[in-house]
């Protein structure tokens, strides 16, 4: 069993930048590629950003790409997701995922709960 729990999610100002942190119960996080997804009011949930295991290799999605940054400390069990240059459209609940395998695992098998990011304006 993996759980996952997200925090650092806030109201902040367009352009204004946000660190998110996603801490992770498991004996080996390193084994567990990560990624953060987000999902908008009336919107389908997108993949925002994945790293590997290592953190050697990441995947943003076209619409965070060179504002975003995802992260992780596997001597912490934690991952992080960098925001700036945030934009109103940035607004939604942001969810850590873990799935097993390097990278682009079959399946996010475990999900955290959510935080909220609300971008003003």
């Known amino acids: 069993q993996v759980r996952l729990a997200e925090s650092g999610g806030r109201l902040v100002q367009i352009g204004g930048s946000l660190r998110l942190s996603c801490e992770a119960s498991v004996r080996t996080f390193s084994n567990y590629a990560m990624a953060w997804f987000r999902q908008a009011p009336g919107k389908e949930r997108d993949h925002v950003a994945s790293?590997?295991?290592?953190?050697?290799?990441?995947y943003y999605a076209e619409s965070v790409k060179g504002r975003f940054t995802i992260s992780r400390d596997n001597t912490k069990n934690m991952v992080f997701l960098q925001m700036n240059s945030l934009k109103p459209e940035d607004t939604a609940v942001y969810y850590c995922a873990a799935g097993q395998g390097a990278f682009f695992p079959y399946e996010y098998e475990y999900w955290g709960q959510g935080t909220q990011v609300t971008v003003s304006s």
């Open positions: 790293i590997s295991v290592t953190g050697a290799d990441t």
